[in-house]
């Protein structure tokens, strides 16, 4: 991360886990990035399906 530029780039961290959440990992990239509009990412159930990642990325309308 620390070597990426996301100047100009929105960026939506998104995960899947079992039990854990996101916790600070999403605020912890953007700090290490130090560029880029980071918005509040997502955990999914490890067992998520595709579908539902889709349905997920479409409503973000970016």
Do not use: C, Y
Request: proline share 3%; no cysteine.
């Amino acid at each position: 991360v620390k070597h990426n530029d996301f100047s100009g780039k929105t960026v939506i961290p998104f995960a899947t886990s079992a039990s854990s959440g996101l916790g600070d990992s999403g605020r912890q990239l953007q700090q290490m990035a130090g560029t880029g509009n980071w918005l509040e990412g997502k955990r999914f159930p490890s067992n998520v399906s595709e579908s539902t990642v889709q349905q997920w990325v479409q409503s973000l309308n970016r």
